[in-house]
């Protein structure tokens, strides 16, 4: 069935298995003629379902395409084409330089490096080839979350609130020892980023004169190569007390609601009980 245009209708398919359909195969020196069998559209909407969902094939009806997933109830029509399947994007492709139409002020969008992507190829492309280019280039710290992001990774209909920004510099905070065992809490300058960093503390108390402390503001990557990198602290440090003290500080010039608190508290509360936001008390009796 496959043509030199690497593209087939659905009608073209219904056609061929229509009953009706005689092809000539090559023999050595002479053609055999070979009815192809009739076969149900049911079935054969089964068999593209199937194959779209494992990633054998594209389909593409307007400007939808779907790929390595799930097609929706109705968009099996004779007008949709199937294709092979696409080939992958580098991590480069969604940068600004690469792509400049996605970004603003080195902000921009999921949608936004999506639709830009189908406009500087010119077809249709499915969301899982555009996502695995955004995934790749976020891992590989190219770019991070926004503050007010949506979850990432997400589904094309989520993606409109998937937020990025370019990698911000970050300030390292000393580490001052406060004067007492009661906790104390340093508030960032207001020069300071915080939209999505951490702030991890070793200790809140006086710490011995023998004892080496850590701190900083670290980005959301960061963090997360802190965590991949815990054993190889713990191993360096063999022998010697190791402690670790996470403090999370959520707010900035506006406060976050009580909502929102309750929502990551819950979390929180799944990683350890003692995890939770609460409301810092600046030297009130």
């Not at 639709?115 to 770019?143: M, S, T, Y």
């Not at 701190?215 to 965590?227: G, K, N, P, R, S």
């Not at 500080?249 to 936001?277: C, F, H, T, Y």
Request: some cysteine.
């Amino acid at each position: 069935m496959w043509t030199s245009n690497n593209s087939l209708t659905l009608r073209q398919i219904y056609e061929y298995f229509s009953g009706q359909n005689v092809v000539q195969i090559k023999r050595e020196g002479y053609e055999e003629p070979l009815p192809i069998p009739s076969v149900e559209g049911s079935t054969i909407d089964t068999a593209i379902t199937e194959a779209v969902k494992q990633g054998n094939l594209c389909l593409t009806s307007g400007e939808a395409c779907f790929f390595a997933e799930d097609l929706p109830n109705g968009i099996l029509t004779e007008d949709a084409q199937l294709q092979p399947p696409p080939a992958s994007l580098s991590i480069n492709d969604v940068l600004p330089e690469n792509l400049p139409a996605a970004w603003s002020d080195g902000t921009t969008t999921a949608l936004a490096i999506a639709q830009a992507l189908i406009q500087k190829i010119g077809q249709p492309l499915p969301w899982k080839i555009a996502r695995d280019a955004i995934e790749g280039a976020f891992r590989a710290h190219r770019f991070q979350l926004t503050s007010d992001s949506q979850v990432w990774p997400c589904d094309y209909s989520k993606s409109a609130g998937v937020k990025f920004q370019l990698p911000q510099p970050t300030q390292p905070t000393p580490f001052t020892a406060p004067p007492s065992q009661q906790p104390s809490v340093t508030q960032p300058s207001a020069s300071e980023n915080l939209s999505s960093t951490y702030r991890i503390n070793v200790s809140v108390a006086q710490p011995q004169s023998n004892t080496q402390v850590a701190a900083a503001y670290l980005e959301t990557h960061q963090l997360q190569d802190l965590a991949e990198k815990i054993s190889a602290i713990k191993n360096a440090a063999a022998g010697i007390d190791l402690k670790f003290k996470v403090q999370l500080e959520l707010g900035g010039e506006s406060a976050p609601s009580n909502e929102v608190i309750s929502r990551i508290n819950e979390i929180l509360q799944d990683i350890s009980e003692n995890l939770e936001l609460k409301a810092p008390h600046f030297g009130r009796q």
